[in-house]
């Protein structure tokens, strides 16, 4: 069998984006080939250094979402750094059966050796997670649409 098409010339980026969309629970046993020892990781809820602190917030996902999955539309790769846009889906509890979708985006630095050292996520909570919330949803869009006059 032969191996798919890279989808990156950059190795160090199309591994990247193939790690994210296959990532499954075992994957993250193969975290330290990804990350470096002290890679910096931020998104929206977390702040936090090396990849025994990256590793629980991967866990969490798979523990409190059902079928997540990312999916890269975008990678842009230049010298040490990549910018990946991507989609989450996941199903999430109080969240009915639909599939949820939150966009973002991420920047990433590559060490000497390929791996990430620096992983920042952005994505809009508000209107991404939020807004789609039940009870919390129908304040944020009464928020938004007040902050919008």
């Known amino acids: 069998m032969t191996p798919p ?20 629970p075992a994957d993250l046993d193969r975290l330290d080939q990804i ?8 998104d929206p809820f ?3 250094r090396g990849i025994a602190a990256i590793r629980p917030i991967f866990e ?8 997540p999955r990312f999916v890269v539309r975008e990678a842009i790769g230049q010298g040490d750094q990549c910018c990946l ?10 969240m009915g059966e639909r599939e949820q979708c939150i ?3 991420t920047h ?7 791996r990430v050292c620096l992983h920042r996520d952005y994505w809009d909570a508000a209107e ?13 869009r009464w928020l938004k649409r007040r902050a919008a006059t």
């Open 108 to 114: 990433v630095r590559f060490d000497a050796a390929g």
């Open 85 to 94: 846009t991507w989609d989450f889906l996941f199903v999430a509890p109080g």
């Open 103 to 105: 966009r973002g985006a």
């Open 35 to 42: 990350y470096s020892a002290d890679a910096a990781f931020k």
């Open 128 to 140: 991404e997670l939020y807004e789609k919330l039940p009870l919390l949803g129908a304040l944020m």
């Open 46 to 48: 977390n702040e936090v």
């Open 5 to 24: 098409l890279p989808r990156h010339a950059d190795v160090r980026v199309d591994r990247l984006v193939r790690y994210f969309e296959s990532l499954a």
């Open 60 to 67: 969490h996902m798979f523990r409190t979402l059902r079928t």
